[in-house]
């Protein structure tokens, strides 16, 4: 291992590379999260409110992808996909988004479920079809609701990010190897050190941001779930 | 013609029959009050004639229109049909104007200001002009039925159904929301009112229904039904609530 100002330095002069990895880190982790909400809240509404098929299918998408470890599903898509031209980017796409979707489905699912039934039928009664229920009724209370859980989605995906290095995308992680192998090894604890920290410090500031979001969307007199989302 | 004619209901959950046929009418203007031990179907009832229990047989008219026809655009016909749950059911999401609001601006369609303003002449109309930010978390029981309540107003139903609206109230708030019912009754508004408030069927019931066992008992107006009802049951059932209540 080398000295302590030298690994400082060597850091500092692979600093845009490592800044590079994590855009790319950050990116990926927006593109995960992205499909995963658009797949999960569709797989949720599938299975609260579907039926038949629809709700079979839905589950059987979701055990899937909950039950196939992250690494096993990146490179059965990984594998699967490139022989066919699809680009290894979409590939970890697939397979991260839809883990995640699978994930987030079940955060949504209890969302959904705990919207109180009574206020769908106030709704009903009013006359609101079932779409109107959903979106001025079901929806805001249920983005509340679902707010604690996703949080911490947010900082799974965030950090499962780094899977991808084992396809070769080039993000943090891989940033960190290659300045390792560069160095022969020397500053190894070093570099993952800081590759560690990064980490910590995105986990740490998207869920700040995130329980912001849910103090200042709790409902008056119901302040109490807000506050349970800061402490965790 | 009555206002409300319900022919023949039945409605079986499972292998139970909750409704076994149940005719009555209710005429403009006349405030009808359903009572009967728990569990004898009355609040089926009141969720088949808007159709929220769709009814197994049996015909609901409202105003002339079949509301049980499969051609029926129910939702325009819930949007005639208020209805006052017992927990009161309030979008905990929304302030208690935005509650009374959401009706007339996504259903009714009104413009936006002219349902702001229909929703504060309902409030005041409840006693609640000065609640109307609060949201229903913040409110009292009591406050939070005369919301729904006015929710309900602000459509201006042909016809209010009530679901025991003061059974999940602590006894000092049931007066406030049986106040604001019983003026209701006394400008016309046409109701159906599931309860177990003997006083108020008394004072205000044009005609009481008695069921049991999922069909309809007697029925009559209260000075004969409280004083010398027909069937035997009857008596009985007044007897139990009046000494459960203290008062008939």
């Given amino acids: ?232 | 013609m009555a206002l409300l004619e319900v022919k023949d209901i039945h409605k079986r959950y499972g292998t139970e029959q909750v409704l076994k046929g149940v005719s009555f009418q209710v005429e403009r203007g006349q405030t009808v009050v359903v009572i009967g031990p728990s569990g004898t179907g009355k609040s089926t009832l009141l969720r088949c004639i808007n159709r929220l229990t769709e009814p197994d047989r049996g015909q609901v008219w409202l105003d002339g229109v079949e509301v049980t026809s499969p051609r029926a655009d129910i939702n325009r016909i819930r949007a005639q049909i208020g209805f006052v749950f017992q927990d009161f059911n309030l979008f905990t999401h929304l302030t208690a104007l935005d509650n009374v609001r959401l009706g007339l601006v996504r259903v009714k369609r009104l413009p936006r200001e002219q349902a702001t303003r229909r929703a504060r002449e309902e409030l005041a109309r409840v006693g609640l002009a000065d609640k109307e930010k609060a949201y229903p978390a913040q409110l009292s029981g009591g406050q939070q039925q005369r919301v729904s309540i006015a929710r309900a107003l602000a459509m201006d139903p042909k016809l209010i159904l009530f679901d025991e609206p003061t059974s999940a109230l602590d006894p000092e708030l049931i007066g406030e929301v049986l106040q604001v019912m019983v003026e209701l009754a006394r400008e016309g508004m046409t109701m159906v009112v599931v309860t177990h408030e003997m006083g108020f069927a008394r004072s205000v019931a044009d005609e009481i229904i008695f069921m049991e066992g999922g069909v309809i008992v007697e029925h009559g107006p209260p000075e004969r039904l409280f004083t010398s009802p027909q069937v035997p049951r009857t008596a009985e059932f007044l007897n139990k609530i009046s000494e459960l209540y203290g008062e008939t």
């Fill in chain 1, 1 to 232: 291992m080398g000295g302590k100002i030298e690994a400082l330095e060597v850091l500092w002069s692979a600093l845009p590379r490592l800044l590079a990895g994590v855009r790319v880190t950050v990116e990926l982790t927006a593109l995960f999260l992205g499909v995963g909400l658009v797949s999960g809240f569709l797989v949720a509404v599938a299975q609260v409110y579907g039926r038949g098929p629809l709700r079979w299918g839905a589950t059987v998408f979701e055990q899937v992808f909950r039950g196939v470890p992250a690494l096993v599903l990146l490179f059965l898509l990984y594998f699967g996909l490139t022989e066919v031209g699809i680009s290894r980017l979409a590939a970890a796409v697939l397979a991260l988004g839809l883990r995640s979707g699978a994930y987030q489905s079940q955060i949504f699912r209890g969302a959904l479920l705990a919207v109180p039934t009574g206020q769908l039928l106030a709704a009903r009664a009013l006359g609101m079809t079932g779409l109107q229920t959903i979106r001025h009724v079901v929806l805001p209370q249920a983005v509340r609701l679902a707010l604690p859980g996703w949080s911490n989605e947010y900082a799974i995906v965030l950090k499962d990010t780094s899977y991808v290095f084992a396809i070769g995308l080039v993000e943090l992680m891989r940033e960190g190897t290659y300045i390792v192998a560069r160095t022969f090894g020397r500053y190894s604890l070093e570099v993952y050190l800081f590759v560690a920290l990064v980490y910590l410090v995105l986990v740490y500031g998207g869920n700040l941001a995130l329980s912001l979001l849910a103090r200042r969307l709790a409902i008056p007199g119901q302040e109490a779930r807000a506050e349970s989302l800061e402490r965790m």
